[in-house]
């Protein structure tokens, strides 16, 4: 195993604004939340899906020059991404009638409206746990089918699929999927996407769950982060999972032990998964600096 460590390279006002996203609403848990339901009348309608394909045009990596680019290093990987800062500016600069929940939000400096925008333009503290996680217990991913779940920025899959994995990346949003996930994958991608190694999808979990069973489509590995903090919001994460994850697959999730005033957190899915009797669920790493933060590894029981 490689040594561990990150390395911001970005100007020093730029590295300020980095890490305030990545603590950005600790003390509260991070993210708040509002019931919603599966386009019931009455309640917010969520996102439908659909595949989002990458417009190399737009997406050529020689345009993000402009851009600060963050830098993590990950034993002997180089990952890179976007300013979230940067994205976010471009974001309210734009004209774009489609960006509106979006620009919205970030007007109102929330980093999350439930149903409309799931913070996905922030680098989150418990996405490059995830990722530390996975250098650090060298757990197996070459060859490996992996979906991210919630992805936004897309490290955990960048690191997948920098380990030979084949990934899937979804976000609830597709602008995030448009402006920040697909930037960083080419970024990532010296040499392009080859063949098809990643796929793309916007949209509520349980539409996008739809869409992929339709394919057949099952996984060896899930990762996720920061997803399990509404806990109205867990049983379509969970019959998502349930639905496609191979029967020998493995479940890595990123999350804080617990989010204030929402009522999400790890021990609170722990005790829910076990309620349902159908996966083994463990603790696998804890974080104790700052807010305490956890990793949980989900597999199905044996003999289901």
């Given at each position: 195993m490689g040594d561990f460590k990150f390395d911001f390279s970005v100007s020093p006002e730029d590295e300020n604004d980095n890490e305030a996203s990545l603590s950005d609403g600790a003390e509260d848990g991070?993210?708040?939340s509002v019931p919603c339901a599966k386009n019931s009348p009455g309640k917010?309608?969520?996102r439908p899906a659909k595949e989002v394909f990458v417009d190399r045009a737009e997406n050529d990596p020689e345009v993000f020059d402009h851009k600060a680019v963050v830098s993590v290093e990950c034993g002997p990987f180089h990952i890179s991404y976007l300013s979230p800062e940067c994205v976010e500016q471009s974001v309210k600069e734009c004209a774009s009638v489609g960006l509106s929940?979006?620009?919205e939000a970030l007007s109102d400096h929330s980093d999350l409206v439930p149903c409309v925008y799931e913070g996905g333009l922030k680098v989150w503290e418990c996405s490059l746990d995830l990722v530390t996680f996975l250098e650090e217990e060298s757990i197996p991913?070459?060859?490996?089918?992996?979906?991210?779940?919630g992805c936004g920025a897309g490290l955990p899959g960048i690191y997948a699929m920098k380990k030979g994995a084949r990934v899937h990346f979804q976000d609830y949003n597709e602008e995030v999927v448009e402006l920040m996930t697909i930037p960083n994958v080419l970024l990532n991608s010296a040499q392009?996407?080859?063949?098809?190694?990643?796929?793309?999808?916007?949209g509520d979990w349980s539409y996008v769950q739809d869409l992929l069973e339709k394919e057949a489509i099952q996984y060896d590995v899930i990762?996720?982060?920061e997803t399990i903090y509404n806990v109205d919001s867990q049983p379509r994460l969970y019959q998502t999972i349930k639905a496609l994850l191979k029967s020998s697959g493995t479940v890595f999730i990123a999350a804080k032990t617990h989010y204030f005033g929402v009522g999400g957190g790890t021990r609170q899915f722990e005790e829910?998964?076990?309620?349902?009797q159908e996966f083994d669920i463990e603790c696998r790493k804890a974080i104790c600096q700052g807010v305490q933060r956890?990793?949980?590894?989900?597999?199905f029981k044996k003999g289901r």
């Open positions: 991070g993210k708040g917010l309608e969520l929940a979006v620009k991913l070459s060859n490996q089918f992996v979906l991210e779940l392009g996407l080859p063949g098809n190694q990643c796929r793309f999808f916007a990762l996720t982060s829910y998964v076990r309620g349902l956890e990793i949980l590894r989900m597999k």
